[in-house]
């Protein structure tokens, strides 16, 4: 198996052992009789890789090892948060312990190891394990979105899961969030109906739901790393991508979603891979998953279509480059549109024909305290009144601070998603400020990374084109959207999650611009990200801790 595609079975392999091994209905996660049967196969798997002696053994050595601390971190989590979550003095110490050992592990991988193969795949697995922590840890109905009830009769995505659960078909009626795409849906309605005739309780199954998040999540984290290897960016480079990527803290929040934004996130990033491989080797068997991504994304949730026009331009400049075997690309593209069209298509005309629905149509939220309608085109782009004067989101009209500036709210929303939790005690304020700030230098950088690649970059002007267009169009939308839908949960960042990870492979890519890929020639900015991600990775992993003791 190439080393770049391990994180995908690993990551399918443990989202199978939490939804199978982990109670997540209980106070203690890890029953006693499997914290042990773990325990006991980690070391056992240790030792006979140790006895191996071979390099690829030494690399799933690393990452059993690796999650050793996570079983100790669930376990001591939950005893911490039932007898300490109000002692802020052992919250603090707690904090500071994991950081130094946190720190102290990141400086070895970023610092004293040489970065390669290996080091990209213990980051991935490492952003694997705090999304771990964070499933096991969170109750589902924490810090999500648009969520509704898993019971008969249910709106929301939960009622839409159950409703396909009980009945078997789509909804035949329009609830609040049942006009989406239900390709996320009937996965979890059918995984939902495994689970439930393996024992499982239908009303606890949006915990085991989470699950499917964590692995698309992880998934997408994989590609973005695939991707960047197809650009052929350094290992040095894609560990910065990777170690900032999988600690992002909405990125981390998303794995525990019960809502179609991780699927078509996913299916947009493996968009994005099989077009350049397409385009390096058009074929049939090759544009055929091109087309289930693009029509899958659509059918997960309809935005995956602003990801088309950066794919469109890299078809029609094959077709020219190719102009001589237009019949052959012809071919390839009518089995791309048969494909790709009715998947992506046929539940909006469901919903015309049945519902009366324009295609794309998008509800406006009922909650007018969010209403923000009294701000300009300058407000909301750069006015900065009131709006640092708290750190999470503020949704109520009637307060003074209401967000309305789109940089700031999108910067709270990844920080700390839609919640307040943030105010809670002292110590989770002051990490989390911390993270907002970081995250805010972490966009900055985004924009200036991709500046570096598209003028110094020695990839080819078509993918700095293709990137450039497709994170381009994801962020006008996105605008766009906030403007026609003036309320602070527009703002949300899982609109752009796609951007944010092109951005990370386009900053990877800038910074081996700089650097010409030689290791002799790191130089001070290329240190400075591995100082910043250390740092980056440190407080998010504090954050999530303190989240422990908040659910």
């Given at each position: 198996?190439?080393?770049?595609?391990?994180?995908?079975?690993?990551?399918?392999?443990?989202?199978?052992?939490?939804m199978v091994l982990f109670r997540q209905d209980a106070l203690y996660k890890i029953p006693v009789w499997v914290w042990i049967?773990?325990?006991?196969?980690?070391?056992?798997?240790?030792?006979?890789?140790?006895?191996?002696?071979?390099?690829?053994?030494?690399?799933?050595?690393?990452?059993?090892?690796?999650?050793?601390?996570?079983?100790?971190?669930?376990?001591?989590?939950?005893?911490?948060?039932?007898?300490?979550?109000?002692?802020?003095?052992?919250?603090?110490?707690?904090?500071?312990?994991?950081?130094?050992?946190?720190?102290?592990?990141?400086?070895?991988?970023?610092?004293?190891?040489?970065?390669?193969?290996?080091?990209?795949?213990?980051?991935?697995?490492?952003?694997?394990?705090?999304?771990?922590?964070?499933?096991?840890?969170?109750?589902?109905?924490?810090?999500?979105?648009?969520?509704?009830?898993?019971?008969?009769?249910?709106?929301?995505?939960?009622?839409?899961?159950?409703?396909?659960?009980?009945?078997?078909?789509?909804?035949?009626?329009?609830?609040?969030?049942?006009?989406?795409?239900?390709?996320?849906?009937?996965?979890?309605?059918?995984?939902?109906?495994?689970?439930?005739?393996?024992?499982?309780?239908?009303?606890?199954?949006?915990?085991?739901?989470?699950?499917?998040?964590?692995?698309?999540?992880?998934?997408?984290?994989?590609?973005?790393?695939?991707?960047?290897?197809?650009?052929?960016?350094?290992?040095?480079?894609?560990?910065?991508?990777?170690?900032?990527?999988?600690?992002?803290?909405?990125?981390?929040?998303?794995?525990?979603?019960?809502?179609?934004?991780?699927?078509?996130?996913?299916?947009?990033?493996?968009?994005?891979?099989?077009?350049?491989?397409?385009?390096?080797?058009?074929?049939?068997?090759?544009?055929?998953?091109?087309?289930?991504?693009?029509?899958?994304?659509?059918?997960?949730?309809?935005?995956?279509?602003?990801?088309?026009?950066?794919?469109?331009?890299?078809?029609?400049?094959?077709?020219?480059?190719?102009?001589?075997?237009?019949?052959?690309?012809?071919?390839?593209?009518?089995?791309?549109?048969?494909?790709?069209?009715?998947?992506?298509?046929?539940?909006?005309?469901?919903?015309?024909?049945?519902?009366?629905?324009?295609?794309?149509?998008?509800?406006?939220?009922?909650?007018?305290?969010?209403?923000?309608?009294?701000?300009?085109?300058?407000?909301?782009?750069?006015?900065?009144t009131g709006q640092l004067e708290q750190y999470s989101l503020r949704w109520n009209r009637h307060e003074a601070l209401l967000?309305?500036?789109?940089?700031?709210?999108?910067?709270?929303?990844?920080?700390?998603?839609?919640?307040?939790?943030?105010?809670?005690?002292?110590?989770?304020?002051?990490?989390?400020?911390?993270?907002?700030?970081?995250?805010?230098?972490?966009?900055?950088?985004?924009?200036?990374?991709?500046?570096?690649?598209?003028?110094?970059?020695?990839?080819?002007?078509?993918?700095?084109?293709?990137?450039?267009?497709?994170?381009?169009?994801?962020?006008?939308?996105?605008?766009?959207?906030?403007?026609?839908?003036?309320?602070?949960?527009?703002?949300?960042?899982?609109?752009?999650?796609?951007?944010?990870?092109?951005?990370?492979?386009?900053?990877?890519?800038?910074?081996?611009?700089?650097?010409?890929?030689?290791?002799?020639?790191?130089?001070?900015?290329?240190?400075?990200?591995?100082?910043?991600?250390?740092?980056?990775?440190?407080?998010?992993?504090?954050?999530?801790?303190?989240?422990?003791?908040?659910?």
């Open positions: 198996m190439k080393s770049e595609n391990r994180i995908f079975p690993v990551s399918l392999l443990v989202m199978l052992a939490v049967t773990i325990s006991v196969f980690v070391v056992c798997s240790n030792l006979f890789l140790f006895l191996q002696k071979k390099k690829v053994s030494k690399n799933w050595l690393s990452a059993s090892i690796c999650s050793i601390p996570l079983l100790f971190a669930i376990q001591w989590g939950c005893y911490f948060r039932d007898h300490f979550k109000k002692d802020e003095t052992v919250i603090l110490w707690s904090t500071v312990a994991l950081g130094v050992l946190l720190a102290v592990g990141l400086i070895y991988l970023f610092f004293i190891r040489p970065i390669d193969e290996d080091t990209v795949f213990l980051l991935l697995f490492s952003g694997l394990l705090i999304r771990v922590f964070y499933v096991v840890m969170t109750q589902a109905n924490y810090y999500q979105n648009d969520m509704g009830k898993l019971v008969s009769g249910g709106d929301g995505h939960l009622g839409y899961i159950y409703t396909i659960y009980e009945t078997g078909k789509l909804p035949d009626r329009l609830m609040y969030q049942f006009y989406h795409p239900p390709l996320h849906h009937m996965v979890a309605a059918g995984v939902m109906r495994i689970a439930t005739l393996l024992g499982a309780n239908a009303a606890k199954a949006d915990e085991i739901i989470q699950c499917l998040s964590l692995f698309y999540v992880t998934a997408s984290l994989g590609l973005m790393n695939k991707i960047a290897l197809r650009l052929k960016i350094s290992a040095k480079a894609r560990a910065v991508a990777v170690g900032l990527g999988g600690f992002l803290p909405y990125g981390v929040m998303m794995s525990g979603a019960v809502n179609n934004d991780p699927l078509m996130t996913l299916l947009v990033m493996a968009f994005i891979y099989f077009t350049m491989k397409w385009y390096e080797k058009p074929t049939i068997p090759n544009i055929i998953p091109m087309a289930l991504c693009i029509g899958g994304g659509m059918m997960s949730k309809m935005s995956a279509v602003l990801i088309a026009p950066a794919g469109a331009i890299v078809m029609l400049v094959k077709l020219w480059q190719e102009r001589r075997a237009f019949g052959r690309y012809v071919k390839q593209f009518l089995v791309f549109g048969v494909i790709a069209f009715p998947l992506g298509l046929w539940h909006s005309i469901r919903n015309m024909i049945l519902f009366h629905l324009p295609l794309g149509y998008v509800p406006g939220p009922a909650a007018e305290k969010q209403l923000i309608t009294d701000n300009s085109l300058w407000t909301r782009l750069f006015d900065l967000d309305h500036n789109i940089f700031t709210a999108v910067t709270k929303c990844t920080v700390f998603g839609e919640s307040d939790y943030y105010r809670r005690n002292p110590i989770v304020e002051g990490v989390g400020t911390v993270m907002f700030w970081l995250t805010a230098v972490l966009f900055v950088t985004l924009l200036v990374g991709g500046i570096l690649w598209l003028k110094k970059g020695k990839s080819k002007t078509l993918w700095k084109v293709f990137f450039s267009v497709g994170a381009g169009t994801i962020l006008f939308s996105y605008i766009k959207f906030c403007f026609d839908y003036p309320y602070v949960c527009t703002m949300n960042v899982r609109y752009v999650m796609a951007a944010i990870y092109i951005g990370l492979v386009a900053l990877a890519a800038g910074s081996d611009a700089l650097t010409g890929r030689r290791p002799d020639k790191a130089g001070k900015g290329g240190v400075a990200l591995r100082v910043f991600t250390v740092v980056y990775m440190v407080c998010c992993s504090l954050l999530m801790l303190n989240f422990s003791y908040l659910t």
